[in-house]
Structure formats: C-alpha cells, structure tokens
C-alpha cells in the first residue's frame, strides 16, 4: 500500500490517499479529506484504476478529468489531484515513491 499526505495549502485542508494494487497495475484508491470538494472528487474512484493507461494518458487520464470536472474556480488549481496522480503511478509500480513538495513565498522585488 501506498499512502499519501497532502497539506493543500492557504486553504488548510488536509488529505490522505491510500493506494492498493495486487497485480502492480490496477489501483484502487481510498480518500479522506477535509475538503468537501475533494471527498466529492473521491465519489469518481470507485472502481481500480489502471496505472499504465493513466500515465500513458496523462491530463486526458481519469484523475486529471474528473479533477477538472470536480474543482471549479479557485479550486482548479488545487495541489490534491497532482499527489492523487502520483500515487497511482507509484503505486501501479510506474513510478517509486519520493517526496514532492513547493514552497512559495512573497519576494520583495
């Protein structure tokens, strides 16, 4: 199992993904969040995921739709859907886990 923290940022909410996969390429996904937006986002995973078709398909993939049919506004660009794509592919064995972080910060010019 796979398991994924992600601090979304100003809004201060909070998730975690869990990832399973028995053959290293279908994922099933279990999400808990603070964020109403991002628990109605986790409605669209109930079946596995397949990791290979997912990479290979990229932003037209079924996390990175339905994050964009899901986060409207100033939730388009929320950090969840790119921790939740990682995820798969790691836990699909497409990708090995490591840390992925920003930091941004006000630099005075």
């Known amino acids: 199992m796979i398991r994924t923290t992600i601090n ?3 809004c201060g909410f909070h998730t975690t993904v869990a990832a399973r996969s028995d053959d ?3 994922v099933r996904l279990e999400i ?3 964020c109403e937006k991002i628990r109605g986002l986790a409605e669209a995973f109930t079946v ?3 990791a290979y078709h997912e990479i290979g398909d990229g932003s037209d993939g079924v996390v990175l739709k339905a994050s964009r049919a899901h ?3 100033c939730c388009a660009g929320c950090a969840v ?3 939740i794509f ?3 592919q790691v836990a699909g ?3 090995l886990p490591a840390p992925v972080s920003f930091t941004m910060e006000r630099v005075e010019e």
Do not use: F
Request: charged share 20%; aromatic share 0%; no cysteine.
């Open 24 to 26: 290293m390429q279908m």
């Open 71 to 73: 986060l409207k506004g």
């Open 86 to 88: 990682k995820t798969v």
């Open 81 to 83: 859907p790119s921790g």
């Open 32 to 34: 808990e969040s603070e």
């Open 48 to 50: 596995p995921i397949d």
């Open 93 to 95: 064995g497409v990708a």
């Open 8 to 10: 979304a940022g100003v």
